[in-house]
Structure formats: structure tokens, C-alpha cells
């Protein structure tokens, strides 16, 4: 969708974009500034695969602060983004036809991933009602024998929900009791607006030993671009995932890993400032979606996605919320992204990574386009 658009942008029309899957803002300064001081030093060689010692404890210091996880340098290996750190993970984790359960919607990476390491993607479909948070008997009825590990996402994308403590703890007896692995992707944590980050790893030595956390730069600094991931992991699987990374990438570009160096160690206002930014946003998105008669819209407590329901306005012109995306693009000339693309049909997702002026006219449009259908 973002590429289409930006086609239609590319012919002069007015489109305003509500597809992207990244930040707005610009890397702050003192980010780009370190990396350009390190590749003016000599950073153009080869590191270890797994990340330099300086990048891994920055990154030991920064679960060690916010998260209250406690990893040495050799449970850590740094990639070439988190969707590098994921995929690192489940070759290494997975078998031929293990099963990894999957809370749907989902980032559709995950099951496409699952599937490259030869396992086969359970998805529990959950619901809105329940703010997208699983059950205790959701998640009973997904186990089986073959279950190799739980793939959790919170804040998520694309629904923005954030997983409560309680079914975080759930989660972890679980994976004890039936033996399996919790890949946590926490990517979106610092851009949180109702509770406080919890990491699952940090719920106990046993919970953590069963844990890969994920996280990078790119949604909390601004930095997709640099594709800088990293995984914490239990000593032997951090070993795996690096010799692995060693016969595919190598290190992640030396002088970017210069620049996540700085990100982490950086003045947490920064952050603070583009999340506070995005908390706005999405308060005037929220505010504008919901007062849209027929449509559903949840509050999502992180990340900067909103997902309403659409359901109440498909039918002869729009079978499929893909096709609702299409009408919006076409009709209203708003991109957002069909629900159906992260399991999660009858749904859209809008990205709030937009200035406010775009949310307000965006919004309005979508407004009279949907009015049109009912
Ligand atoms: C849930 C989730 N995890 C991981 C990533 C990938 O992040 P990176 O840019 O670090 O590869 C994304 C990017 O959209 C994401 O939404």
C-alpha cells in the first residue's frame, strides 16, 4: 500500500498515508552524529558477527536498566534488524514440523518465518472484546505435543495491545509446564501509553532461561533504516543464532552498530518526546475514528497503530476489507493496510505516523467514504 501510494503521490494526487510501519520522525541527531564520528574513525571493517563488545554491553546495560533482565555479553547477538534477530531465532529453535503458536492478528513476518524453518504457524484468533488478549483456555486448546514455542508481541502490530502482567505470568506457567520456548519481540516497548513495559524474561530465572527478547532501534529511535535488531538468549542459543548469522550476514554495518551505541545510551527524552508525540496523535486519531458511526475502534495502549472494525461496512461494493482498503485508497485517497494481511480480517490498520494536520483531513475522508457505503 505504501508503495502504491506513493505512485499516486508520484502523479500529483493529494494522498495521505496511514500505511507506514515506521517512524515519521528523523533519527535525532546525536545518533547520526556518532555514527558519522565512527565512520570518519575507521568503523568500515568487520566486526565479531554476533556485534562488538561495545554495542553488546551497551545492550546488557540497557535490559539491565529498563527491563530488569540480567544477560552477560555472550547471551547477546546483534543482526541486521529484529526481523533478522526473529528469524535467527526459529532457525535455530524449529524443526520439521514443530508448532509455534501465533496470537492473531499478527506481524505477518512471523508466520511466513515459521514456515522458512519448517514449522507450521497456530494461530489463536483472538478477540477485540477482550482488547486482543488471549485466554487461559485459548491458549490450553493451542498447546500440543508438537508446540516448540509462543511467539508474543507487546505493544503489537497492528493492534497496538499490550499484554497484561496476568496473562504474561499465564503464559510463562505454561511454557514451564508443557516445555516450550516464549519469543518475546519487544520492539515497540518504549512507545507505551498506559502501563509500563514488562518484559516476560523478567518474571524469573526460569522464565528467562525459556526466553529469547527481541528488541532494536528502529521503532523507539527512529531508525529503520539502520537495521540494527538484537536478541538475548539462553548462552547456547545465542551461540547457535551467531554461527548461523556468521555463514549468512556477518555483522550488522559497523558504523551503525557505532550509532545504536549512542541510541541506547541516550537521553531518555529523546524517546520521551517522539512518544509522547505519537501518545497525542493517537488520542486525536482515536477521537476523530470513533466518532465515525458504524465503526469499532479499540484503544490501543502502544506502538502507533489503530485497527478498527470494518466489518459494518463490507458487502456488494467492498466484499473484503482488502477491497475496502483499496476503495479508501482509490475513493478517499487514504492508504492504510487491509486487517486480512495480519490475520485479523474485517479489520484495518492505520499507522498514526503522520503530522496531525494529515490525521485530521485523513480521517475525514475516510469519514465520507465509509458514509457512502452504509
Ligand atoms: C512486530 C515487529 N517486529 C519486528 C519488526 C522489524 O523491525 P526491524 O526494523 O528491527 O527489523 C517490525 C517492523 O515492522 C515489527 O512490526
Known sequence: MTSKARQMKAQGLDVISFAAGEPDFGTPEPICDAAIEALRAGATKYTASSGTPELKAAIVEKFRRENGLDYRPEQIVVSCGA????????????????????????????????????????????????????????????????????????????????????????????????????????????????????????????VKDRTITISGCSKSFAMTGWRIGYAAAPAEVAQAMSNLQDQVTSNPTTFAQAGAIAALNCDADVVDAMRDEFRARRDLMLALLQAIPGLSTPTPGGAFYVFPDVSAFLGDRCPTDADLADYLLNEAHVATVAGSVFEGPGHVRLSYSAGRTDIERGVARIAEALGKLL
Open 83 to 206: 526481523k533478522h534477530s526473529v528469524f535467527n531465532t526459529l532457525m535455530v529453535l524449529v524443526e520439521p514440523g514443530d508448532e509455534v503458536i501465533l496470537l492473531a492478528p499478527y506481524w505477518m513476518t512471523y508466520a511466513d518465518q515459521v514456515v522458512l524453518a519448517g514449522g507450521r504457524p497456530v494461530a489463536i484468533a483472538l478477540d477485540p472484546e477482550s482488547g486482543f488478549v488471549p485466554t487461559l483456555e485459548q491458549l490450553r486448546a493451542a498447546i500440543s505435543p508438537r508446540t516448540k514455542a509462543i511467539i508474543l508481541n507487546s505493544p503489537c502490530n497492528p493492534t497496538g495491545a499490550v499484554l497484561p502482567r496476568a496473562t504474561l505470568k499465564e503464559i510463562a506457567a505454561l511454557a514451564l509446564r508443557h516445555d516450550f520456548w516464549i519469543i518475546a519481540d519487544e520492539i515497540y516497548e518504549r512507545l507505551i501509553y498506559s502501563a509500563d513495559h514488562q518484559s516476560i524474561g523478567a518474571l524469573g530465572a526460569e
